[in-house]
């Protein structure tokens, strides 16, 4: 593996959010860079490599991801990152997991999850929306002029309704350009992941010259995994009178919906 100063001689951007150091560590891309800052990811590059290491903590049977929890401790720099995860309860039908992602200095992220034994429900599943229309058929999204690139480039956005440049709820499908981590194919829930943190943006009620609307968190109800590079992500914000707002979203792939998504939001003047 490549050491980080060998990395940081080579000016070009890889395809990839994340290189691959060694010994679960990773450094962080430009293509993670939030629409904030240029010095602090986006959130949905970290919550997919959470959920990477969630999904190689071994099983003895099959099982699936049901609830993921991204609990945000802080910004996560463009720096060196290492990522632990482990079985906190084992159990023949239902397990915890947890997960870290942490620089040298301190934790950035963790991330709770139950898993749960999979079985064959098709007959009786029920609930689930339906998918819009296939992305081809919908023009480009426009994200505000503000906003920088980074993880907004690394990302091909379509608009299906609303507009995420303006104020209210909005739906769009999204699909990576780039791997989570170089040399590996992104799994279902990683290009997921990659996605739900993005509910806040897309719905955003507010004018993000004037005000903060900044996520702690990031709760994802999984119903099915994901199939295909396509994630479409129907998300609205609902705002309270004392700072606080949540941001919900449904989440479906082309064949129709595979999960629920809520971001606790602070918001305040800037």
């Known amino acids: 593996m490549p050491t980080e100063s060998e990395i940081g001689e080579d000016t070009t951007v890889p395809d990839a959010f994340y290189l691959p150091l060694g010994g679960e560590r990773f450094l962080p891309t430009e293509h993670t860079s939030g629409p904030w800052s240029p010095d602090a990811q ?3 590059p ?4 959470l959920v990477r290491a969630l999904e190689e903590v071994p099983a003895e049977r099959e099982m699936m991801l049901s609830r993921v929890t991204v609990e945000i401790l802080g910004p996560a720099p463009l720096r060196e990152l290492t990522l632990t995860a482990r079985l906190e309860r084992p159990g023949r039908a239902v397990e915890y997991l947890s997960a870290e992602l942490a620089t040298d200095e301190r934790v950035v992220a963790r991330a709770s999850a139950w898993r749960l ?4 429900t098709a007959e009786v599943s029920a609930g689930l929306a339906e998918p819009p229309p ?3 058929g919908f023009p480009p999204a426009t994200w505000p002029s503000t906003w920088l690139g980074g993880y907004l480039h690394a990302i091909e956005w379509r608009a299906i309704s609303g507009a995420v440049a303006g104020h209210g709820a909005a ?3 999204a699909r990576q350009r780039v791997a989570l981590v170089d040399g590996e194919k992104p799994s279902g829930l990683q ?4 996605i739900a943190d993005s509910g806040s943006g897309v719905s955003g009620r507010l004018d993000p010259a004037r005000w903060w609307f900044i996520n702690s968190e990031l709760t994802v109800h999984l119903q099915r995994p994901p199939s295909g590079e396509w994630i479409g992500l ?7 009178p004392n700072g606080v707002g949540t941001a919900t979203s449904r989440l ?3 064949s129709g919906q595979v999960a629920l998504g809520a971001q606790a939001l602070l918001v305040r003047p800037r």
């Not at 129907?234 to 309270?240: E, P």
């Open 117 to 120: 034994a999979a079985s064959d």
């Open 42 to 44: 986006h959130f949905g």
């Open 252 to 254: 479906c792939d082309e």
């Open 191 to 194: 290009r997921l992941f990659t």
């Open 234 to 240: 129907d998300a609205t914000t609902t705002i309270g």
């Open 171 to 173: 739906a769009v499908w």
């Open 134 to 136: 296939a992305p081809d």
């Open 46 to 49: 970290p919550s997919a490599l």
